[in-house]
């Protein structure tokens, strides 16, 4: 690769300094720089401790001032609290990265964020960028380096970024085992005080050693997970990213204000957020491996439609139960098929239709896969093959055709053999022409399920690259949009005596449901008409205007969720009605004239969420669901980021549980798909034009075959 890229030089250094270097087997200073040797790096290894010494013939510097000549990276394998003097000589004397092995600094409280504030501060007086601390370091097939300390660390195309060091290593190790995958690079990021996910998946993206990428990430640190979604877009556009992730449980920070915030925890931002960036999710850390095998020997796939031949009913039955969870379409082969492949099986075959078994045939006559195989890898409702229940009888005649077959039609041929794990020479065979083995039929079916991900993958990756080229990264302006004079004061005297917080503050305030459903109407999302009423007479007046039967909602700064508070009074229709609930909105503010919003009540349709918020790490997001009282309860939800193209916003909707009802459901008639999703560009729009709005929220948006209404309205500025 070029220097030109920012990373070149720490992953092709031309000179390392392991500061911290030891005689001493068994600490981490002897540990590394024995390994850096014995790996054969091939640029100058500059061993540095103040008292002197010598490993594997070489020479101990007292002081980098004695290296001369260039010095990438410096290595400081030093505790904490004596990490600070060597990265600030090694920033002094100009080199550009310094890797800091050891642990104990911001993940141990405020004395570590100190030391490590400090040593951030120190470095980057001098330009010199940090890796890590907390880290397992690197390693750089091409280089030859490996500051890692794993050994082996086979090499070959996958490129591995992880969070975790010990995840490292236990892919590192893995691959050694199995001899299936090897590395091209691997980054230990540690705490990622200074570098972090983001550059180095950018230099991934471009390095030409590197075919694919398999990241482990735990979250994301320091508000950077926009930068790292657009990294991950940048780079799935152009080569397989595979996304292993930890934490996916764990619920979102601090305290939703809203369904649209409950709904959107971080790990189900991040989550579809990948997704929609082009990254292919892994759930489990014993398929990360099997999977990249797959991306690393195999084609995209057109689409989901497999075709399952093999061996053994047990493994057909089990491999047809992996496939359908993990998403494949499983299409029955039609009669003709059928008719072609019937006089190659025993006549005792009851298990023909996809998947087809061979009932032992293959056992006799390896040459049943050809017969089968070519006449369903020719039907067009296959797009890739999961061949199962294999004994390791291949020759290289049968190697020959399934690497002939796929280069032919450009299909996946993932292959599970009960002795894929061994030495044998029909392993060996399979193995040398890269086509991939599996040991188990659940891992070969998630596999082919990733490879149908990859190709949507791809798709939803050059969308993303086409919305950072024509808006940019991040979303959004810069400066709001002009508003009509009544919302933009609505909006700057928000914050006025707001509940629980001094007039003025800076923190997140709720528009009154008049003037958020004003501002939601002014970006186009149709609302009720409504009126305000202050006493019983104006209500009935409002009430007479709008025609019954109404809703009669308390409209007060003190009562945000008024459903919760009793507020909310629906389907009144008459005079008593309206009075009977204005007088019980009225005991909710004490002490307050009471102020209540009437609107036209329209039951029936079917209610969905939308919702826009400004996430503090993903910034603006877009929302939907099923909605009303069930938002929270269903999480049925599909998020984007900010902005998208207009295929995603669609592709929200028929993703979830609540676009399949606006369809049509047990004789209803399917509601305005036009309406729905104006309403969802609406809100976009809104999030997108007014920096101000930190979450926008119609909960519930009513959508029936007569258009798309919101019932509710919902915004938070910040001041």
């Known amino acids: ?254 305290t939703a204000r809203s369904h649209t915030g409950a709904l959107a925890g971080e790990a189900e931002v991040m989550r579809q957020g990948l997704e929609q960036a082009g990254a292919v999710l892994l759930d489990r850390a014993d398929e990360a491996l099997p999977v990249a095998q797959a991306f690393l020997e195999s084609p995209l796939p057109r689409g989901r439609r497999t075709a399952l031949v093999g061996e053994g009913g047990g493994h057909a039955t089990l491999l047809t139960d992996a496939a359908s969870e993990a998403g494949l379409a499983l299409e029955p082969f039609p009669d003709d098929l059928v008719r072609t492949i019937r006089p190659h099986l025993p006549p005792f075959v009851g298990i023909v239709r996809n998947p087809v078994e061979f009932g032992g045939q293959s056992e006799y006559d390896i040459r049943v896969y050809e017969k089968v195989l070519k006449p369903v890898v020719d039907w067009d409702g296959c797009d890739q093959i999961i061949l199962f229940g294999g004994y390791a009888l291949h020759d290289a005649p049968q190697a020959n055709f399934l690497a002939e077959l796929r280069a032919r039609t450009g299909k996946p041929i993932l292959i599970h053999d009960l002795y894929a794990g061994t030495a044998r020479d029909a392993i060996r065979l399979l193995r040398e022409r890269r086509l991939p083995l599996f040991q188990s039929v659940e891992v070969a079916a998630r596999a082919a399920a990733a490879l149908a991900r990859g190709t949507r993958g791809r798709e939803r990756a050059a969308r993303a690259a086409a919305v950072r080229t024509a808006h940019g990264t991040g979303g959004g302006p810069r400066e709001a949009e002009a508003l009509p004079p009544r919302l933009r004061a609505a909006i700057e005297t928000a914050g006025a005596d707001p509940p629980g917080a001094a007039a003025g503050s800076d923190g997140p305030i709720h528009l009154l449901e008049n003037d958020a459903a004003d501002l939601l109407s002014h970006y186009g999302v149709p609302v009720l008409p409504a009126a305000l009423a202050r006493d019983e007479e104006a209500a009935l007046r409002a009430a007479g205007r709008l025609g019954y039967p109404v809703v009669l909602k308390i409209h007060s700064k003190r009562l945000l969720h008024k459903s919760d508070a009793g507020g909310v009074h629906l389907d009144l229709r008459d005079a008593d009605r309206v009075r009977e609930a204005f007088r019980a909105a009225a005991r909710l503010v004490p002490g307050e004239t009471p102020e209540v919003r009437l609107t036209p009540y329209m039951p029936g349709g079917i209610e969905v969420i939308v919702g826009g918020r400004r996430d503090p790490q993903f910034g603006p997001i877009l929302l939907f669901g099923t909605g009303g009282v069930l938002a929270e309860f269903a999480m049925d939800r599909a998020i984007r980021l900010l902005p998208c193209q207009e295929k995603e916003i ?3 909707i028929a993703s979830t549980r609540a676009g399949r009802l606006l369809e049509g459901f047990r004789g209803t008639a399917p509601a305005d798909a036009r309406a729905v999703l104006g309403a969802l560009r609406a809100v976009a729009r809104l999030i997108l034009a007014q920096p101000a709005v930190q979450d926008a929220e119609i909960n519930p948006l009513r959508c029936a075959a007569d258009g798309a209404v919101a019932l509710d309205a919902r915004v938070i500025v910040r001041t």
Not at 30 to 54: C, D, F, M, Q, V
Not at 145 to 165: K, Q
């Open 1 to 254: 690769m070029s220097a030109e890229h920012p990373l070149a030089r720490l992953f092709d250094p031309r000179g390392v300094a392991v500061i911290g270097a030891s005689e001493t087997p068994g600490k981490y200073g002897h540990i590394l720089l024995k390994t850096l040797i014995e790996e054969k790096y091939a640029g100058r290894i500059l061993p540095i401790n103040p008292k002197g010494g010598s490993l594997l013939g070489h020479r101990f510097l007292r002081s980098l001032e004695e290296a001369g000549g260039p010095v990438d990276v410096a290595l400081i394998v030093r505790p904490a609290d004596q990490v600070l003097v060597p990265v600030t000589e090694a920033a002094r004397s100009g080199v550009p990265f310094a890797i800091v092995y050891a642990a104990g600094f911001s993940e141990l409280g405020d004395d570590g964020r100190r030391m490590e504030r400090d040593m951030l501060e120190a470095a980057a007086a001098h330009g010199m960028r940090i890796v890590g601390p907390n880290c397992m370091n690197i390693f750089s097939a091409p280089a030859r380096l490996n500051l890692s300390a794993i050994v082996p660390f086979p090499e070959g195309d996958l490129g591995l970024l992880s969070a975790s060091g010990n995840l490292g290593y236990a892919l590192a190790h893995e691959a050694s085992v199995t001899r299936t995958v090897g590395f091209s690079r691997f980054i230990s990021a540690g705490n990622q005080a200074d570098l972090a996910l983001h550059d180095y998946l950018d230099y991934l993206r471009v390095d030409p050693h590197t075919r694919a990428i398999l990241i482990f990430t735990e979250g994301v640190v320091r508000g950077l997970g926009r930068e790292f979604v657009d990294a991950v877009a940048a780079a799935a556009a152009v080569k397989p990213v595979l996304v292993l992730r930890g934490g996916r449980t764990a619920e979102g920070r601090g």
């Open 650 to 652: 669609a592709g929200m």
